[in-house]
């Protein structure tokens, strides 16, 4: 094994995990998370086909992503995260910011969010690896892939399109963006009304998140397909196809997007 990969860690205990997604684990039944995509896994990965693909997870979290190509036939996945022992998410610097205590926080919570990855790989019979890094400089050692993954993680950090550059290095095939629009368009009457009303409105625009005044933490974009697409064309995915699916965050229905972008150029 290459030294890239984190060595298998024994967990079984739900009391040392946080699971990020509702999954379905034997020997545990159903362990809740904030996002329930299980109705439509599919339709969150728009629809593409794994099997006998070499893929790639960029901040698997929980790992349900990873776990999933891998139950479709890919022939290997490789699942990307931070260790929060080593590296600190992209925290908005408001002044007054005791950093310290939320880097704390961090390690805690991402220690216990690994081990929900390792606990469901172990009781799924998973052999999904494991590599840990920064999504802005991901280890050419992991080689190429043919599908890489990028799950609802861009609006967290402070330079999305770095990380697509990133993903794009490695990358054979197509790149799969899953993302939450803007909240102006949170609330169309219907979703079936969403791509026409998207050609008139959306442009290839960020909305900025941080605001001094309310303190908000979490997320630093949100980013209309658009966006997505202007960005993965710039890196030689010009076939790109958007869709639209509702998925469960805390029980509630929220509107999701999937840009799958498909390479037409070489690297």
Not at 98 to 107: A, G, I, P, T, W
């Amino acid at each position: 094994m290459s030294d890239i990969y984190v060595e298998p860690k024994d967990v079984t205990d739900l009391d040392d995990c946080i699971f990020y997604h509702t999954m379905d684990v034997p020997g545990y039944g159903t362990v809740k998370g904030s996002w329930d995509l299980r109705r439509k896994l599919g339709a969150y990965l728009g629809n593409v086909s794994f099997a006998g693909k070499r893929v790639l997870d960029i901040g698997k979290a929980s790992g349900v992503l990873s776990f999933y190509a891998e139950s479709q036939g890919a022939s290997e996945v490789v699942a990307f995260d931070i260790d929060g022992d080593r590296y600190g998410r992209d925290w908005v610097p408001y002044p007054g910011l005791d950093m310290e205590e939320l880097l704390q926080k961090q390690k805690d919570h991402h220690k216990k969010l690994n081990n929900s990855f390792w606990l469901a790989r172990k009781a799924l019979g998973s052999s999904v690896k494991l590599v840990y890094g920064r999504a802005y400089d991901i280890p050419s050692e992991i080689g190429s892939v043919d599908v890489s993954i990028l799950g609802s993680i861009l609006l967290h950090t402070i330079n999305p399109v770095q990380i697509i550059i990133e993903a794009a290095k490695l990358t054979k095939e197509a790149i799969i963006i899953a993302d939450i629009p803007p909240k102006t368009f949170f609330r169309l009457p219907r979703i079936n009304f969403l791509p026409r009303f998207i050609k008139k409105r959306m442009k290839p625009c960020a909305w900025f998140y941080p605001n001094a005044e309310t303190k908000v933490q979490g997320s630093w974009w949100s980013m209309p397909p658009e966006f997505m697409i202007r960005a993965l064309e710039m890196v030689g995915f010009e076939d790109c196809k958007t869709t639209w699916h509702l998925q469960l965050m805390l029980g509630k229905p929220v509107v999701v997007y999937t840009v799958v972008g498909r390479r037409t150029k070489p690297a």
